[in-house]
């Protein structure tokens, strides 16, 4: 069984926090402490980004993120060290890689994924990556005999013939995007957000989180009461950019910010 | 993906973009498979690019060209002499009665040297559609004229200054806005790049470009042409003019990609020669990237060229040898710019300076009594100031 699953199955809690940010912004050993931090503080999985030079899924917020991060040299080495200490600092937590395909394309998919594990991660988001390509079902074959997940995005504009044909190749959980557009904070989400949720869970056999918009404390209470899980990246990523050149002010802006979202979901 | 339309060509092309983007490029697929049977469409399409566009563009027979260069007789495809200048409002006009076709309202373009960007705002000013044109703040400045053309047409011009502020950033930006916007608005890609259907509709769309010259030819010289040349960004022009004799294999075929400063990652475009397989904006191609797959950013003289990736079918076409890419480097691109300014009273876009460098070799080593024809994929006059600068940097 994945792990993500089991977490899902154990249901300690009423929706899982999921917090994203970027590695190596502004470098990659603060982005060790970073994942501590938030692993400390209450995220039941964490998504770590993978820079990728042309995120076209992401807002502002994220694109500087990567613009900043890839100011760093970057490395596949670097990643994986980094990933491996924050896995370390908190084993049972899962971890999963957000990233674009290209670089896992470039890396190579089976070193890629049997670095990655070895590294503590079990799941992938791939925003660019439709499940209907060769590449995503090689990639779903070849994390399913690592006990891994892939993770699909799911959009408001997402017909059900399609969305019946991705629960084939989706594992962990559906990433449902709450809006049309990239990701960054928003003030509202669509009225059928709450209806779109319930279909889905209806349809497919796994938990829905919810990401792209979902910023505050409040934000996170409504959307918890149906999604079984809240995923936040921009926020998250504001307060290292506000803060990112004083480590310990990010560190305990991140534990403050962590913890209430945990709170007002739990 | 369709069963009409070519997803892949070989093993590049398909559709590798944001989920939220796949209902839209689906609608677009099924509307266009609907619209390339339908007369009404067609006859739609004739009309604007006869009446509009001032088709079909002449083949002119460039006398003092080929004397100059002493080799095959030189031909010259002129889409400098479209509406707006280039080969790109052929593009703009068939995807804007598309988008009408499916009711959107809003059209959004990204755009490198400004003339598919200008192209976007003509025909949004026509069909009376909101027209938004994203394109790098470099490129503003570079190409100023075409910034302040695409604005005077009623068109928003919104600069983007992420990364190095040129077609590649413009290009994410616009993927973004449609994101956002996918149930107003339509994207006009403007080369034969991004995810399926875009390709295929912009080859479909710019295949003009090869019928046409291939029929004039033959009305006026009974046989098909030694070879052809064009040259390549995206390579909308190019698989345009390529595309009606990519069959007959006595037609030689060549396409011109930016060499710009020499082979050094950051210092050119030239994907076909350097550029590895990988997924940028939608689409599976070559892309100039490092041993990480991160885009390197690309350069050329001509801001028309400066793009990391290549079409997918020219991708396809280098790989099966059927098309001879070959390289050309600012300095080059900027003689042969002057030259045949001066030689044959016509001064052509940057970008296809790019060709007439690799034509001028080919029309040699093909020797007389050949024939070659040139893509003119667009007009010069955007490109003075900025030849100009360069010129008095030559001189310094």
Redesign the interface.
């Known amino acids: 069984m994945s792990k993500i699953k089991s977490l899902f199955d154990s249901a300690k809690f009423k929706s899982a926090f999921i917090p994203y940010f970027t590695l190596g912004d502004p470098n990659y050993n603060d982005s060790i402490e970073f994942g501590k931090t938030i692993l400390d503080n209450g995220a039941d999985i964490l998504e770590l980004g993978i820079p ?6 992401d ?1 502002p917020v994220i ?1 500087r993120a990567v ?1 900043r991060s ?1 100011k760093n040299s ?3 080495d670097e990643i994986f060290r980094v990933t491996k200490a924050i896995h370390d600092h908190k084993p049972e937590t899962p971890l999963v890689y957000l990233t ?8 190579g998919i089976t070193k890629f994924l049997d670095r990655a594990k070895e590294s503590g991660i079990v799941g992938l988001v791939i ?4 499940f209907d ?1 060769a ?1 995503s079902e090689t990639l779903f074959r070849e994390l399913k005999v690592r006990d891994m997940d892939l993770i ?8 059900k013939k ?1 969305i019946q044909a991705l629960a084939k190749t989706s594992s962990g959980f559906i990433y449902y ?1 709450t809006s ?3 990701t960054g904070e928003r003030r509202e989400f669509s009225l059928d957000l709450k209806e779109r949720i319930r279909f889905l869970k209806e349809t497919i056999q796994l938990p829905i989180c919810a990401g792209f918009g979902i910023s505050t404390p409040d934000q996170a209470n409504q959307i918890s009461q149906y999604a079984d899980g809240i995923i936040i990246g921009s926020a998250i990523q504001r307060i290292i950019e506000e803060n990112g050149s004083d480590r310990s002010k990010v560190v305990s802006a991140l534990a403050d910010y962590i913890s209430k979202i945990r709170t007002s979901i739990s | 993906m369709g069963k009409n339309l070519p997803g892949y060509f070989g093993e590049f092309g398909g559709r590798y973009s944001p989920e939220i983007l796949t209902e839209a490029l689906e609608e677009l697929e099924s509307t266009y498979q609907k619209l390339k049977k339908s007369k009404k469409f067609k006859k739609e399409l004739e009309y604007y690019l006869r009446n509009y566009v001032g088709r079909p563009s002449p083949l002119t027979y460039a006398e003092r060209l080929t004397k100059h260069w002493g080799g095959a007789r030189i031909w010259l495809k002129r889409e400098d002499l479209n509406h707006t200048g280039a080969h790109k409002i052929n593009n703009a006009i068939g995807q804007a009665l598309i988008a009408r076709f499916m009711g959107k309202k809003r059209i959004i373009a990204e755009t490198g040297a400004g003339q598919h960007g200008l192209a976007t705002a003509t025909v949004g000013a026509m069909f009376g559609m909101e027209t938004v044109v994203y394109m790098g703040a470099v490129d503003v400045q570079r190409q100023n004229l075409n910034a302040k053309k695409i604005e005077m047409l009623g068109a928003k011009i919104l600069p983007v200054t992420a990364g190095e502020a040129t077609l590649k950033e413009a290009t994410s930006e616009a993927m973004r806005d449609w994101a956002l916007n996918v149930s107003t608005t339509h994207y006009i890609v403007g080369s034969a790049i991004g995810p399926h259907p875009f390709p295929t509709i912009v080859r479909d769309l710019q295949a003009v470009i090869g019928k046409e010259a291939k029929s004039q030819f033959k009305k006026e010289n009974k046989k098909l042409p030694s070879a052809i040349v064009a040259c390549v960004g995206g390579g909308s022009n190019a698989i345009g003019m390529f595309h009606a004799f990519l069959k007959d294999k006595q037609v030689a075929i060549y396409g011109a990609e930016a060499g710009g400063l020499g082979p050094k990652p950051g210092e050119h475009s030239a994907t076909l020669t350097y550029g590895k397989t990988g997924f940028l904006h939608g689409t599976k191609t070559l892309i100039i990237q490092d041993e990480f797959g991160q885009i390197v950013p690309a350069h050329s003289v001509s801001a028309g060229l400066d793009y990391p990736g290549v079409g997918p079918e020219h991708a396809f076409l280098s790989q099966t040898g059927r098309v001879d890419y070959r390289m050309v480097t600012d300095e080059q691109a900027l003689d042969c710019f002057l030259e045949v300014s001066r030689i044959e009273g016509i001064i052509p876009a940057l970008e296809t300076a790019h060709a007439f460098h690799v034509a001028r070799d080919v029309a040699r080593d093909l020797g007389k009594k050949k024939d070659l024809i040139i893509c003119l994929s667009g007009r010069g006059d955007k490109d003075v100031t900025e030849v100009l600068r360069l010129l008095g940097e030559r001189s310094k």
């Open positions: 990728f030079s042309d995120p076209v899924a807002g694109q613009a890839l970057f490395s596949f674009y395909f290209n670089p896992i394309y470039h890396c925003p660019d990556l439709p390509t590449e699909h995005l799911v959009t408001p504009a997402s017909e399609r995007v049309f557009g990239v």
